[in-house]
């Protein structure tokens, strides 16, 4: 069956400038998560969208970071004026809920560049 | 999570069986433990979970001392292919979501 998707699958952008970043979770998954990881580097938590429940944005690193998640399926990350220490690879994951939330499905990821 | 002591690295020869333990002493009644498995530019690969004694599915076996202290993930007769860093996690599945790595064991298989 169809896995996560993410698009884009590389982005390059400009110090200053916005970019959103896009989730399709595996159909009927109730739970979201977004990670980032870079070179080399463990994964980071960013957030976590669970049904209707207000997410858990703790990870998000600044205000520049905000994620949303439309109709519990698609979601996307946004980050607002790019810095250079925002360049990773944004992972986004699903999993069927809470039970057995450490089974979790990950997409090929966003490689974010910025310049 | 529980903290976890896993090999930096391993290396191996195709055909073999790969077994790689995951030490976990501080381990919780209602702790489960997770294996990951990521290559190079791609997302981490949920293998298999278990919580005591023996799991097994098409990709690997998870073995489970009685006291749960360890687990040893055991990969049979590796290809070129299973060249990956493996990450063990141990935590509650029910009521935490957030994974955390700790640096995992990079496995090597050589031709």
């Known amino acids: 069956g169809a896995g996560v998707s993410q698009s884009p699958s590389n982005k390059v952008t400009e110090k200053g400038k916005d970019v959103e970043l896009r989730c399709d979770p595996i159909?009927?998954?109730?739970?979201l998560y977004w990670y980032r990881q870079s070179l080399g580097q463990g994964l980071e938590f960013l957030i976590y969208?669970?049904?209707?429940?207000?997410?858990?944005k703790s990870g998000l690193p600044s205000d520049r970071f905000s994620a949303e998640r439309t109709g519990g399926s698609v979601s996307t990350l946004t980050i607002q004026r790019t810095q250079q220490e925002d360049s990773a690879v944004y992972l986004c994951?699903?999993?069927?809920?809470?039970?057995?939330?450490?089974?979790?499905?990950f997409g090929p990821g966003t490689r974010l560049t910025v310049t | 999570l529980a903290k976890t002591t896993q090999p930096i690295s391993m290396d191996s020869y195709e055909g073999q069986e790969v077994n790689i333990t995951c030490s976990h002493n501080?381990?919780?009644?209602?702790?489960?433990i997770t294996w990951y498995q990521q290559f190079p530019s791609q997302g981490p690969r949920f293998i298999i979970q278990?919580?005591?004694t023996k799991v097994t599915n098409e990709v690997a076996s998870l073995f489970i001392p009685a006291d749960r202290k360890s687990s040893t993930l055991s990969l049979p007769r590796v290809s070129l292919s299973d060249t990956a860093v493996y990450y063990c996690?141990?935590?509650?599945?029910?009521?935490?979501?957030?994974?955390?790595f700790g640096s995992g064991t990079r496995l090597l298989v050589r031709p």
């Open positions: 969208f669970q049904g209707n429940s207000a997410p858990d």
């Open positions: 159909s009927g998954h109730t739970a």
């Open positions: 278990g919580y005591k």
């Open positions: 996690l141990v935590g509650p599945v029910d009521s935490s979501y957030k994974l955390i």
């Open positions: 994951a699903s999993s069927p809920g809470l039970v057995r939330s450490y089974e979790q499905y």
């Open positions: 501080n381990i919780a009644t209602n702790d489960y």
